[in-house]
């Protein structure tokens, strides 16, 4: 099984959205038994208040070391289940200060690492990707997906990123990759309000439009992958 993380160290980059489309998918397929959440962002708790009634929700703080000593022991409680964890943005600090001990628990209970990494098209971005490239976390992780977040244009709009040497050089490490997030239709962004696969009695066009962008999203996470 995996700790899977949603990240990006940005506010606004899409983090929730991503961890939506994740736990979404495996809502979908009828799979809640096979994950614990882990509700990190406690500024704005999107995951908690969308999923509650689906899944086990653990909410910490991990800006202080007990919310690290809490995720530690949930994998320690579920050696046999994915804990997917929905990080807040600014906590690059308490990555790299709580990184050891993670490693540590990961180690011992066998949950192998998952990160995906939600961008924008600002620099910014990508100066925080290549900062954390260096945190021992990104070593240990099977897997490392960089997912440009649609909302802020087309895969081609991404210039400063498609065209960095941190890309190069992310893309030359075992297990890294690149992904796109496409963006969500308002129609159906105004109609759904709960988890998207649980959405009844919508108007056809929103009905396909849906299933459309879920089939796209979906696979632009290539959700369970190391699982």
Excluded at 9 to 15: M, N, R
């Amino acid at each position: 099984m995996a700790l899977t993380l949603f990240t990006g160290e940005k506010g606004g980059v899409g983090k929730s959205t991503a961890c939506k489309v994740y736990l979404d998918d495996h809502l979908a397929r009828s799979e809640q038994d096979r994950i614990v959440v882990v509700e990190a962002d406690t500024s704005n708790p999107d995951i908690h208040r969308l999923f509650q009634t689906y899944y086990p929700i653990e909410c910490i703080d991990p800006r202080v070391h007990d919310g690290w000593m809490q995720l530690v022991d949930l994998l320690a409680d579920h050696r046999d289940q994915e804990v997917v964890v929905s990080l807040p943005a600014g906590i690059a600090h308490h990555l790299a200060v709580e990184a050891e001990f993670l490693l540590g628990a990961l180690t011992e209970t066998g949950h192998a690492l998952e990160i995906f990494w939600l961008i924008n098209r600002d620099k910014d971005s990508i100066i925080l990707l290549r900062d954390f490239l260096t945190n021992p976390l990104a070593d240990y992780a099977q897997q490392i997906s960089v997912v440009m977040n649609g909302y802020f244009g087309e895969k081609q709009k991404f210039v400063r990123w498609n065209e960095s040497n941190t890309r190069k050089d992310f893309l030359a490490r075992p297990g890294c990759r690149e992904a796109y997030l496409p963006e969500l239709h308002e129609r159906v962004v105004d109609a759904v309000t709960g988890p998207w696969s649980q959405a009844h009695g919508l108007r056809y066009s929103v009905t396909i439009e849906l299933q459309r962008w879920l089939r796209e999203a979906r696979g632009a996470l290539s959700v369970g992958g190391v699982a």
